[in-house]
């Protein structure tokens, strides 16, 4: 397992990009967490990375310039980025935005945690989930 390949955090959120930030560092991932702020800059940073160097999405839903929804329907549309596993985030779990990330193609729906203990824990649920999906994550 790689511990170069990157995770993308696709979050408009200042506060949740912190915290996520923090609890990524507290936590020990070995990987890299970028970070953009809309579906927009999440798809130049594609466009910008190689192959191998991007192994997971974590993706909030509503941002602003292009939604998390928007973004995903680009990533599933490219030939060279379909393949990438895309984590929907959302402060709410509401029916039809579930089964709408799911119809596009998300691999994984997660209601953000309320506080950080939380979080902190489902950071390092999803590392260790994907961990073990034969991605590389280290």
Request: charged share 25%.
């Amino acid at each position: 397992m790689d511990s170069a390949v990157e995770v993308l955090l696709v979050e408009d959120n200042a506060n949740d990009v912190l915290f996520m930030q923090r609890a990524w560092r507290r936590s020990q991932i070995p990987n890299p967490l970028r970070v953009v702020s809309n579906g927009a800059e999440c798809l130049e940073y594609l466009q910008k990375s190689t192959r191998d160097t991007l192994g997971l999405i974590l993706m909030d839903i509503d941002m602003p310039r292009m939604n998390g929804l928007e973004c995903l329907e680009q990533i599933r549309a490219n030939d060279d980025y379909d393949h990438l596993p895309v984590v929907m985030l959302s402060g709410s779990q509401k029916n039809h935005t579930v089964s709408q990330s799911y119809k596009i193609g998300c691999n994984s729906f997660i209601e953000k945690p309320s506080d950080y203990a939380e979080l902190q824990q489902t950071v390092k649920l999803i590392h260790t989930y994907w961990k073990h999906n034969r991605l590389p994550i280290e």
